[in-house]
């Protein structure tokens, strides 16, 4: 059982847009009045956590992630940098966060960015909050890089699946994290780009996640392994299925802990 005397941190990770589950898990712990102390995100679960402890709902966000989550308007074509701007992400993100800095936020929290000159994992407790969770959502080709201190950031998801590691350092004494199973990798057609792309994408996510939450994850942490089959990774129209997935995933396992 989950000792409530003992700091909560919630771990969200990568996805692109199977990271929606998120959502889900996020309204299966606000039923369940779990207290979380602690939330780390890379890639869509940046995105996902930074928009919690900014104070807005599961409800909200899915609202939120309805109305922002296009590639309408952020299309800036440069083979060069990426196919979408990070500058016009940032200027989203700015006009739906209520505060401007990371530090601000009511509930800590890290954004885990991939430094691209050294190869280095960052954590980001400080700091412009709309600039860094962009960088931790940078995917090269398609989103171009974030440079920040006078260095560039992509992707956190290139160096941490889950994020678990950082939220224990900043103090979590027992970690919820809710992960994307991969579907089936020979389902997808190695001879098409996407296809290609895809399977590309579930090789990398399924050797991050072993290696993160299967080798380093405490005995007390709770894996909630949400089962991503159908959904899509780059599209929101499976949004609700994806939400529906996490809750009913994350009410299942949470309520063996709490």
């Given at each position: ?153 992509i992707d956190g998801g290139f160096k941490s699946y889950s994020s678990l590691t950082i939220v224990r350092k900043m103090g979590a004494e027992r970690v919820i994290a809710p992960m994307i199973k991969e579907y089936r990798i020979e389902a997808v057609s190695p001879y098409k780009s996407l ?64």
């Amino acid at each position: 059982m989950l000792n409530k005397d003992k700091k909560i941190g919630l771990a969200l990770g990568t996805g692109a847009t199977r990271g929606f589950v998120y959502i889900g898990v996020l309204k299966a712990i606000e039923e369940l009045g779990i207290k979380v102390e602690y939330v780390s995100g890379a890639s869509m679960g940046a995105f996902i956590g930074s928009l919690w402890c900014s104070g807005f709902s599961s409800a909200e966000i899915k609202e939120i992630v309805k109305a922002n989550v296009k590639a309408k308007g952020l299309i800036s074509i440069n083979l060069q940098k990426g196919i979408l701007s990070s500058n016009k992400i940032r200027k989203r993100l700015e006009n739906i966060y209520p505060v401007d800095r990371v530090e601000q936020l009511p509930c800590s929290f890290a954004a885990i960015t991939a430094n691209l000159n050294t190869g280095e994992e960052v954590a980001w407790t400080k700091g412009n909050l709309a600039e860094v969770v962009t960088a931790s959502m940078c995917i090269p080709f398609f989103v171009s890089p974030v440079e920040i201190q006078e260095t560039k950031h992509i992707d956190g998801g290139f160096k941490s699946y889950s994020s678990l590691t950082i939220v224990r350092k900043m103090g979590a004494e027992r970690v919820i994290a809710p992960m994307i199973k991969e579907y089936r990798i020979e389902a997808v057609s190695p001879y098409k780009s996407l296809g290609a792309l895809e399977r590309s994408f579930a090789m990398l996510s399924d050797r991050l996640r072993k290696r993160e939450f299967d080798v380093e994850k405490n005995p007390e942490d709770i894996g909630v392994l949400v089962d991503c089959y159908g959904l899509a990774r780059f599209s929101t129209k499976t949004l609700d299925l994806a939400i529906e997935r996490g809750y009913k995933t994350a009410m299942r396992v949470l309520k063996k802990e709490w």
